[in-house]
């Protein structure tokens, strides 16, 4: 049986091994390319003769949409699943609108994967018919929070993605959940070390000092990338210089307080 061959659009460096490993011993899959580039994206897609494409929305140089658009003009477009963090009703929106046949929110379970491309390579999510309603119920398979959280955890999801935290590390999610507990509570950014690490470490099943190491490495992730400008630019001011880093303190103060002032 010939296998069906998957390319792989995205930034992250450990999306792309971990997905490329969970198929390397395939019977049904095989990875004919791996990239993060959005401007050459499309052009190293053509030569691959890919069948399905797990694209990332958020790439360097171009975006995933314009990524998107460029692969259903093919002549022999692929089948596009989104793999993204963004879960908001017009991110799904435009992904569908363009023609992605199906999405799933970072961090996914790679068995989910699986299933998802089965669903594709099948017929999967057709891409004529109500577009609307398509995309109202992906929202809603993704989105089974209350609102006020839903809304939370997206404008925190977009303020990492601009700064450049990735969504597959540890620390993502931590400091997502501390930054939820600081807009709750305020004051237990004062207690970080004897109440915040160690109630994410109780959720996560983990230990209070891998809860602070993680979220210090997704901070040093983002300032070693370089995006100070994105960073003040998200605050609104010039907060940080080059060669300054905040504290895990400092960062989810000031995130939890900008989501506090903008009514989260």
């Known amino acids: 049986m010939e296998k069906l061959k998957i390319a792989i659009i995205d930034d992250s460096q450990q999306m792309k091994k971990n997905i490329e490993e969970h ?11 791996e990239t993060g580039d959005g401007a050459t994206a499309t052009e190293n897609l053509k030569k691959s003769n890919a069948d399905v494409v797990l694209l990332d929305l958020v790439l360097p140089n171009r975006d995933g949409l314009a990524v998107l658009s460029e692969i259903m003009a093919m002549e022999h477009a692929p089948k596009v699943i989104i793999t993204t963090a963004l879960v908001g009703d017009s991110f799904i929106h435009s ?4 023609g992605a046949s199906d ?3 970072k961090p996914f379970d790679l068995d989910l994967m699986d299933k998802k491309i089965d669903a594709v390579k099948n017929g999967g999510i057709r891409r ?8 109202d119920k992906l929202v809603e398979h993704y989105s089974q929070k209350p609102v006020r959280n839903r809304n939370l955890d997206e404008r925190i999801s977009n303020i990492f993605i601009t700064v450049g935290i990735p969504a597959h590390i540890k620390g993502y999610q931590f400091l997502r959940e501390a930054i939820k507990m600081a807009v709750d509570s305020p004051d237990i950014v004062n207690s970080i070390t004897k109440k915040l690490y160690p109630s994410i470490a109780e959720k996560f099943d983990t230990s209070p000092s891998k809860v602070e190491r993680a979220i210090r490495h997704a901070i040093e992730v983002a300032w070693n990338r370089g995006k ?10 010039q907060v ?25």
């Open 23 to 33: 198929f390397l011993n395939s019977d049904k899959y095989e990875v004919v390319l």
């Open 95 to 98: 992904a569908m609108q363009l």
């Open 103 to 105: 999405y799933v929110v």
């Open 128 to 135: 004529d018919g109500n577009i609307q309603e398509k995309v």
């Open 228 to 237: 100070i400008e994105n960073i003040n630019n998200v605050f609104g001011l």
């Open 240 to 264: 940080y210089g080059t060669n300054e880093k905040p504290t895990n303190g400092e960062f989810i103060a000031l995130v939890a307080d900008k989501m506090i002032i903008e009514g989260c």
